[in-house]
Structures are given as structure tokens and as C-alpha cells.
């Protein structure tokens, strides 16, 4: 006989089965303990009282009680009911909690969190400050859990894209600074004005902001599971796996979207039941042990998306998996390198979701070279999913922290060696696969002039992917954005592939035993726009900046050349002295940018001509295409201002007319109580109607203040895309002046016959010759003559404490863009500029960001001194930020005394 005694000491509830019924509960029961087989009970002098019925731990607080409660059952927490719309951390299901309502338990002792059907368990974690020493700054942002996301900044608005597995876009958000206010008018338009046209990914973000701003997304409940019982998250006896789906798909138990792109929710691989992370955790669908739901195309038996990379390859085989060997070496066949935006262009997603099913189910039997897989956006798209979806990525979750770390170091001197070794430490797997990759990522960038794609914009699209930090911690990609992005642009640009001279560097070595007069042209990779000549004399190479504006080029202001081209052959026949006096020589002898090019393609010169000329054509018309395009923003740009200045002169005429209908409604009410009994009520009658005018007018002078508002927000979106449009121009124009420059400095071909053999008709066309700048930048390098550069020291423009009128009189005979940054008299430690613009005196409010910058409006105080924010305005436009602001801070107050 098998005999047990009560046990006095409790420890909560117990789950069991019936095993008749196969029902599976928690039941208070008898506590008991097994004491062996005996032939009879013992007997005991005092039988024990019956133990209390335990109080059962709550799976969930009710009530909306915001109470703290703590027992045994709980872990030790202390637990209280809150609301997150600022994505917090569950520590159960690890996942975010967010959304419009969603309700949190969390300790009020260690901060962890929990979604409601989450709180299952929780002695397995026990109340302790849970915080990482490497992440501690990162830490704060989890424990706010109450915001406003209409009051959400930029940065907010990346976090939550990092959270909701949207992160894809958030190089597009940051550039467009994206507010919390504008995402909620975010529409299936404003995505596309975004260049955001995946349907599924236009879907996916559509229903995630509904669900931030509203809480009530779209459901579909489910057809397949509807009808099965449910029971207990302990007994389903699902295989649930985490799955990144390639479409839009609906959780099996919510109804409610799998949000994101990537990694959106677990799937069983029994029964095909699907759910969110935290739907998993309450009462789901017994799982049947059969596939119910049909396989997808995209299911594979032995999956190469979304597997470990050492159960792919190994790098004594092979340096990297098939699928990425497939892609990088589809990518760099023939001329697809340069593909313009190779890895910055989505496509639609039909196209890479059928490359990614062919290659997950068999990738060795995928041939690249079929028609249908010949885009080059497609495979590289496909490429970016298969990084994206590796369960550890490439430089590891775990040596996140030390990256990050390292490149903070303020011994910057040994960093670089740092990084080194800590690339060295990874598996060697992960290593492999890095090393491929960064040579791929250089390959890339030395075809910047056809691709754009830099190794720094590829260092800042792959960061994400490549160098991210565990799940709990994946905000943490926002803050240190730049930082990563730094550290795989430093191994794209120091591995061993590279040349082992940088760019500068080797063409100083290409010029250094060339006679004096040889001179090369190239583009300026810091300043796009911008070039700088090298040019040989005394044996000594001189650099000298070549300044672009408005479509003029020349060496100082004035300028007065239509293009390089123009500029270089003027000064073919003339001394640099006029420019400047050391410079006493002509520019004789050019040296070919495009020997090495020509070497490798190799052909008669005829056929290099034939091919430089095609390469100007395909660079012409794609500037012809782009610059029709601004055209039409611009049309569009100016006819929106026009419309708000109309509105404006509508507006005021309505505040005339209230305040005149307001001067009546006043006279009338001081008449009727003089006016006699008889003509009250025509009085009364009158002021009636007045007040029925009044309200008329009220109600247009609502309507236009939202008609402006509408109009002044669809002319920010303009001048946005037109200043997208404009880098793309710029880069062209470039292209097009260098490849002129070596069809008639070095080919020796006529001006006028290229244009004709391009189609070019007339002189160059200028894009910006609208008043709207073309950044020139300040260069740091050395050796660079250049005109004589403003003193912008802050002694020369920061002042003390000054009224507006004494800034004024200080500056009504200064002339025009003369500037200087006072401390406001009535706002103590405010900052105010006062500059002179067409003849008056204009005063801007310098705004102090939250994190301590600078800058004239709330979104741009990125400016980190008021030093950083005058040499930024010397060279940019003011018109970004005032359309009647078309000028510089030119000359600082102290220099023209």
C-alpha cells in the first residue's frame, strides 16, 4: 500500500493530469510526501489541522488596481499594473510590449516586465536588479513605460521600428526625420513618398501604426484552428519554432497581425498553428500531431534561411554558404556591380520571395544565371533576408557589448588593432563569412560613381544586420547607429584587399615622378558636388579645390565657369597666377584617370572611346530623367508656397472681418439696454444674426488655419524629396564633368561633338539655378589653396547679453549676411541670432536640444557647439528652415567692424 502524510509547509499550487479524462489543471489538493510502502498507517498523537486553502497566484491583476502584490508564488515580485506604448521587455515570452492600452505587470523592485498572459511561472525569475554592465545607458529606455507617441522624436520612432522588427526602414525614417505626430498620419501614400512600395511591407507598418495609435488593428480570425479545443498553454504539446515569414500573416489565437519583417512569431512545425510569442502563453489549440494548415512554398525540410552558420559550411570547404557565394558572385558578374543603389533599392516582393524559395529549398541547383533571376536589387535583397534571418548573427550577439566598447575608446590610436583581434576571436564560421563579406562590400564601393553605394552608406545599411545585439537590447541599435556603422566601414576600407595607399595617397604617388605642369582631376569624397586638382610643380604636388555653385565652377568667387571642362582648358593656356601668385604654371599634361579601367578591359582605343562615350549617354540621360523630376517637385514646391501665401492674405482678411463683426456685437449690446421697448426686438434680432455671422466666420477662419496646416506639411514633403533628388543630380553632373574631362583633355575629342553624340543640346544644364545652393563644404586638407577663409572664431560673433535694439544698431550698416549670436536679455541663457538680411535686421532663436545641441528648430539641434552650429549655417542655406532665409551666416559681426 502506498501511503502519504500531510505536509505542513506550503509551496502553492500543483499541476496534474487526470489521467481518465487527460485534463490537465492546477489543484490546491492535499500537499503531500511520499514515505514509502508500509502495512499500516503510524499513528500519531495529535493528528495535524488541515492545512489552508492556498490563495492561487494570479495569472493576471484585475480591477486595473495598480496595488503592489508580492507572494512566494511570484517570485518575490512586487507587482503593479501600468500601460506601455514605449516598447518594453517581457521577460517571459522575450518579446516587446507595446501598442495603444496594452497593460503591463511589472515589479516595482528589479523592473522586469511582463505581458498579462505572460505571468505564468515567475519563480523561475527572481526578483534582482537585472542590468547589464555593458548595456547600462541602453537600460533606461525600458523602464519608461508610459509616453505619448504623438510627442515621440525621431529617435523614438527608430526604437520602435528596432522593436516591432521594422528596423529595414530605419535609415529612410532617420533621413526624413520621421516624428511620433507624422507617424500617425502615416497613409499607403506617404510610404510611397517615402520610395517605401513593398506591398507586404507597406501592409505590415500600416497595421503596427493603427495598432500604436489605436489599438484596434485589423483581426482575422482563424478558419483552420477555429473549431479545435483549447486547453491550457501546458498542454499543447506544440513544436513551436520562431519563423520569419516572407508574407503577411495573422496570429492563430489574437487574429491580430505578425508584425515585421523578420522574426514575427513562432510556428509549430507539427500542425502549421502560428501565434505571436506572447499568444503562446495563454490557452491555445491542442495541437493534433498532423499538418493542418498547408505547407507554405517557402517551408523547406532542411531550411537554409534561418540555420546556424556552422550547420551550412565549413571554411576549410568553402568561404561562405552557397546562398551567399551565389548572390555576392551574381552581384559581381560583369557590370551588375554597378547597379545604381544596389543595396539601398527594395524590390517587390513577389520577385525576391521567389528567389529566396528556390534557393531555400535547393541552393545548389539554383541557376543564377536564368532570366528570372537576373535583377540585380532582387539578389541583393535576397542576400541582405538571409543575413537578416541567421539566429546569431555574423559578429555575434554575445561580443556586441565589446565591439561597441572598444570603439568608444579613447586611445583611438589602438582601436583599429583592438577591432582586429576581436574579428579574430569570432568563430570561425562567423569569420569566414565576414571576411567574404567585407571583400564584397569593397568591390562594391570602388564602383561608387555608378552605384552610390560608398562604403560608408554600405556600412550604415549593413550594421544593422551584421552587428546587433541580443533581442532584449535591439534599441540599442538607434543609440549606437554610428558607432557600428563606423566599425564595419573601418574593416570594409583596412582589410587586406584594399590598396595599400588611400585614395589621396595614391594619387599622390601616381604624380610623384611626373614632370612639373602634370596635373589630375578627381571628385571629392567627403564633399559630393566638389573636386580637387593635384598638380605637379617644383616637385611638390599642390591641391586646389575646384568650388561648385549654381552651377559655376572656378578655383575663387566669382565664379565663372560652366563646367570643369571649361575651367581646365582656360587655365591650359594661362597661368594659375592669377589665382594665386605661387602658382606660376600652366596645367600642361593631364594624367588618365581611366588608365587602370582601360588596362583591365583592354580593346583598341577606338573601342575605349566608343565606351566612355556610351557610359556619358547612359550618365546624361539618367540626369535628364532625374532633373525633369525636380523640375516637377520644384513646379509643384512653388505652386504649394504660393497657395499658403493665399491662404495666409485669406486668413487675415477673415480676422477683419470677425474683429469688425465683433466691434458690432459690442455696440449692439451697449444699444439695447438704452434703446427703447419697441425696437429691442429688431435689436435682439439684429445681434442675433450677428452672432450667427460671427460663428461663420470662426468656422472658415478653423478651416483655413487646417487648410494651411495641410499645405505647409505637403511643402515640407516636397522640399524633402526635392533635396533627396538633389545628392542623386549632383553625383550625375559630376559624372557627366569627369567623363567630358577625359573625352577632350585626354581623347582629344571637340566639346560640341560630344554634346551632339549625347544629345545634348546648348551649355549644361543647371538644375539649381533657382537660388537653392549646392553645399561646397569646408575641406581639412592640407596643401589646399584656397581664397582666404572667414574668421569664424567665437569671439568674433558670440556677444553678451544684448536687446534686440542694440543688436539692431550695431548691425543696420553692415552689410548684407552679416551676423551674430547674442545672449537674450530677457531669456537668461537663451541664445538668439541677429543677421542681416536685404537691409533689415533679422533675429532667429537658437533652440537647445534635450540632449545639449544646438539648432534653429526642434528636429535639427544636432549641432553639438554654437561653434559646430555656425560653420554648418556659413555654408548652408538658412532656407531649409525660413523660405525667406535664402542666405548664409557670411561675415561674423567682429570681422567687420
Given at each position: 500500500m502506498i501511503v502519504a502524510k500531510p505536509v505542513l509547509a506550503l509551496s502553492g499550487w500543483l499541476t496534474g493530469e487526470n489521467a481518465r479524462t487527460r485534463e490537465i489543471g492546477e489543484f490546491p489538493a492535499t500537499y503531500v510526501e511520499y514515505i514509502g510502502d508500509v502495512e499500516e498507517l503510524p499513528k500519531?498523537?495529535?493528528?495535524?489541522?488541515?492545512?489552508?486553502?492556498?490563495?492561487?497566484?494570479?495569472?493576471?491583476?484585475?480591477?486595473?488596481?495598480?496595488?503592489?502584490?508580492?507572494?512566494?508564488?511570484?517570485?518575490?515580485?512586487?507587482?503593479?499594473?501600468?500601460?506601455?506604448?514605449?516598447?518594453?521587455?517581457?521577460?517571459?515570452?522575450?518579446?516587446?510590449i507595446w501598442g495603444f492600452g496594452s497593460q503591463v505587470y511589472r515589479c516595482t523592485a528589479c523592473d522586469l516586465a511582463w505581458h498579462p498572459q505572460c505571468m505564468v511561472e515567475l519563480a523561475k525569475f527572481p526578483c534582482k536588479i537585472h542590468k547589464s554592465k555593458d548595456l547600462e545607458e541602453e537600460e533606461e529606455d525600458y523602464i519608461k513605460f508610459v509616453t505619448n507617441p504623438d510627442e515621440w522624436e525621431v529617435n523614438d520612432v527608430l526604437m520602435w521600428l528596432a522593436a516591432t522588427n521594422h528596423f529595414l526602414y530605419a535609415e529612410v525614417f532617420r533621413e526624413n526625420e520621421i516624428t511620433g505626430s507624422q507617424l500617425r498620419q502615416f497613409t499607403d501614400m506617404s510610404l510611397n513618398q517615402l520610395n517605401i512600395t513593398d506591398s507586404f511591407h507597406k501592409h505590415s507598418l500600416l497595421l503596427a501604426i493603427q495598432e500604436l495609435f489605436t489599438g484596434n488593428?485589423?483581426?482575422?480570425?482563424?478558419?483552420?484552428?477555429?473549431?479545435?479545443?483549447?486547453?491550457?498553454?501546458?498542454?499543447?504539446?506544440?513544436?513551436?519554432?520562431?519563423?520569419?515569414?516572407?508574407?503577411?500573416?495573422?496570429?492563430?489565437?489574437?487574429?491580430?497581425?505578425?508584425?515585421?519583417?523578420?522574426?514575427?512569431?513562432?510556428?509549430?512545425?507539427?500542425?502549421?498553428?502560428?501565434?505571436?510569442?506572447?499568444?503562446?502563453?495563454?490557452?491555445?489549440?491542442?495541437?493534433?500531431?498532423?499538418?493542418?494548415?498547408?505547407?507554405?512554398?517557402?517551408d523547406a525540410d532542411v531550411p537554409v534561411f534561418g540555420a546556424e552558420l556552422g550547420a551550412q559550411f565549413r571554411?576549410?570547404?568553402?568561404?561562405?554558404?552557397?546562398?551567399?557565394?551565389?548572390?555576392?558572385?551574381?552581384?559581381?558578374?560583369?557590370?551588375?556591380?554597378?547597379?545604381?543603389?544596389?543595396?539601398?533599392?527594395?524590390?517587390?516582393?513577389?520577385?525576391?520571395?521567389?528567389?529566396?524559395?528556390?534557393?531555400?529549398?535547393?541552393?545548389?541547383?539554383?541557376?543564377?544565371?536564368?532570366?528570372?533571376?537576373?535583377?540585380?536589387?532582387?539578389?541583393?535583397?535576397?542576400?541582405?533576408?538571409?543575413?537578416?534571418?541567421?539566429?546569431?548573427?555574423?559578429?555575434?550577439?554575445?561580443?556586441?557589448?565589446?565591439?561597441?566598447?572598444?570603439?568608444?575608446?579613447?586611445?583611438?590610436?589602438?582601436?583599429?588593432?583592438?577591432?582586429?583581434?576581436?574579428?579574430?576571436?569570432?568563430?570561425?564560421?562567423?569569420?569566414?563569412?565576414?571576411?567574404?563579406?567585407?571583400?564584397?562590400?569593397?568591390?562594391?564601393?570602388?564602383?561608387?560613381?555608378?552605384?552610390?553605394?560608398?562604403?560608408k552608406k554600405l556600412a550604415s545599411s549593413f550594421a544593422?544586420?551584421?552587428?546587433?545585439?541580443?533581442?532584449?537590447?535591439?534599441m540599442a541599435l538607434v543609440a549606437n547607429h554610428e558607432i557600428t556603422a563606423g566599425i564595419i566601414d573601418f574593416l570594409i576600407t583596412n582589410g587586406e584587399w584594399t590598396e595599400k595607399l588611400p585614395r589621396r595617397e595614391t594619387v599622390s604617388e601616381r604624380l610623384k615622378d611626373q614632370d612639373d605642369g602634370v596635373f589630375i582631376v578627381r571628385d571629392s569624397r567627403r564633399f559630393p558636388g566638389e573636386y580637387t586638382l593635384t598638380l605637379r610643380k617644383g616637385g611638390v604636388n599642390k591641391l586646389i579645390r575646384i568650388l561648385h555653385k549654381e552651377g559655376q565652377y572656378g578655383f575663387s568667387e566669382p565664379l565663372t565657369f560652366s563646367s570643369v571642362v571649361e575651367l581646365i582648358n582656360y587655365y591650359k593656356t594661362r597661368s594659375l597666377a592669377s589665382y594665386n601668385p605661387k602658382l606660376?604654371?600652366?596645367?600642361?599634361?593631364?594624367?588618365?584617370?581611366?588608365?587602370?579601367?582601360?588596362?583591365e578591359e583592354g580593346g583598341s582605343d577606338s573601342g575605349r572611346d566608343?565606351?566612355?562615350?556610351?557610359?556619358?549617354?547612359?550618365?546624361?540621360?539618367?540626369?535628364?530623367?532625374?532633373?525633369?523630376?525636380?523640375?516637377?517637385?520644384?513646379?509643384?514646391?512653388?505652386?504649394?508656397?504660393?497657395?499658403?501665401?493665399?491662404?495666409?492674405?485669406?486668413?487675415?482678411?477673415?480676422?477683419?472681418?470677425?474683429?469688425?463683426?465683433?466691434?458690432?456685437?459690442?455696440?449692439?449690446?451697449s444699444f439695447q439696454k438704452e434703446a427703447p421697448p419697441q425696437n429691442r426686438a429688431i435689436l435682439r434680432q439684429n445681434y442675433e444674426l450677428l452672432m450667427h455671422k460671427r460663428h461663420e466666420a470662426k468656422g472658415i477662419l478653423i478651416t483655413l488655419d487646417g487648410e494651411i496646416a495641410d499645405m505647409t506639411e505637403k511643402t515640407r514633403v516636397l522640399n524633402k524629396r526635392m533635396n533627396s533628388i538633389k545628392p542623386d543630380i549632383i553625383k550625375l553632373q559630376r559624372s557627366k564633368q569627369q567623363y567630358y574631362l577625359v573625352l577632350t583633355t585626354e581623347k582629344g575629342m571637340e566639346i560640341e561633338k560630344v554634346k551632339e553624340a549625347i544629345g545634348e543640346e546648348g551649355s549644361e544644364r543647371n538644375v539649381f539655378g533657382r537660388g537653392c545652393d549646392i553645399p561646397n563644404g569646408n575641406p581639412q586638407e592640407e596643401d589646399i589653396y584656397d581664397v582666404p577663409e572667414v574668421d569664424l572664431a567665437e569671439s568674433q560673433w558670440l556677444h553678451g547679453q544684448l536687446t534686440r535694439e542694440e543688436a539692431e544698431e550695431l548691425l543696420k550698416t553692415k552689410e548684407n549676411g552679416t551676423f551674430m549670436i547674442r545672449e537674450s536679455a530677457r531669456r537668461l541663457g537663451s541664445y538668439a541670432v541677429a543677421l542681416k538680411h536685404k537691409g533689415a535686421v533679422k533675429h532667429i532663436e537658437v533652440k537647445e536640444g534635450t540632449r545639449g545641441g544646438y539648432g534653429f528648430a526642434a528636429n535639427y539641434t544636432t549641432h553639438p557647439t554654437l561653434c559646430d552650429l555656425v560653420k554648418h549655417y556659413h555654408v548652408n542655406t538658412l532656407q531649409v528652415h525660413n523660405p525667406e532665409l535664402d542666405t548664409t551666416l557670411k561675415f561674423p559681426w567682429g570681422e567687420r567692424r
Open positions: 500519531e498523537e495529535t493528528p495535524p489541522t488541515p492545512p489552508p486553502r492556498p490563495q492561487r497566484p494570479p495569472r493576471r491583476l484585475t480591477g486595473g488596481s495598480n496595488t503592489p502584490r508580492a507572494n512566494d508564488e511570484t517570485g518575490g515580485h512586487t507587482l503593479s499594473e501600468t500601460s506601455a506604448m514605449k516598447p518594453v521587455w517581457c521577460g517571459q515570452c522575450e518579446d516587446f488593428s485589423e483581426t482575422r480570425k482563424s478558419e483552420v484552428f477555429s473549431g479545435l479545443q483549447t486547453r491550457g498553454s501546458k498542454g499543447t504539446s506544440h513544436l513551436f519554432k520562431e519563423q520569419n515569414f516572407t508574407s503577411l500573416q495573422w496570429c492563430d489565437k489574437c487574429g491580430k497581425c505578425l508584425w515585421g519583417f523578420y522574426r514575427q512569431g513562432v510556428l509549430c512545425s507539427e500542425c502549421g498553428f502560428q501565434c505571436h510569442r506572447k499568444c503562446m502563453f495563454d490557452s491555445v489549440v491542442v495541437c493534433p500531431r498532423r499538418r493542418v494548415r498547408i505547407r507554405r512554398e517557402s571554411p576549410a570547404d568553402k568561404p561562405a554558404p552557397t546562398v551567399v557565394m551565389k548572390c555576392v558572385q551574381a552581384i559581381e558578374r560583369g557590370n551588375l556591380i554597378r547597379t545604381v543603389g544596389i543595396y539601398s533599392i527594395v524590390p517587390p516582393g513577389s520577385e525576391k520571395n521567389a528567389l529566396k524559395t528556390a534557393l531555400n529549398q535547393s541552393a545548389k541547383n539554383v541557376n543564377m544565371d536564368d532570366e528570372e533571376w537576373r535583377n540585380p536589387h532582387c539578389v541583393a535583397a535576397v542576400l541582405r533576408m538571409y543575413l537578416n534571418e541567421l539566429p546569431t548573427c555574423v559578429f555575434t550577439e554575445e561580443k556586441y557589448p565589446s565591439f561597441v566598447k572598444t570603439s568608444k575608446d579613447e586611445n583611438r590610436e589602438a582601436v583599429g588593432t583592438m577591432l582586429m583581434e576581436l574579428v579574430e576571436n569570432l568563430p570561425q564560421e562567423n569569420k569566414s563569412v565576414l571576411m567574404y563579406l567585407l571583400r564584397h562590400f569593397y568591390k562594391i564601393s570602388q564602383s561608387v560613381e555608378w552605384n552610390d553605394m560608398s562604403s544593422p544586420i551584421l552587428l546587433r545585439p541580443n533581442r532584449q537590447h535591439i606660376d604654371i600652366r596645367l600642361e599634361t593631364p594624367l588618365q584617370k581611366y588608365e587602370q579601367d582601360d588596362e566608343a565606351d566612355i562615350l556610351q557610359r556619358l549617354t547612359n550618365v546624361h540621360q539618367e540626369f535628364m530623367k532625374k532633373s525633369n523630376d525636380y523640375d516637377e517637385i520644384h513646379n509643384d514646391f512653388v505652386q504649394s508656397e504660393q497657395e499658403i501665401t493665399d491662404y495666409h492674405e485669406e486668413l487675415e482678411a477673415h480676422r477683419e472681418i470677425v474683429k469688425i463683426i465683433d466691434e458690432q456685437i459690442m455696440l449692439h449690446e
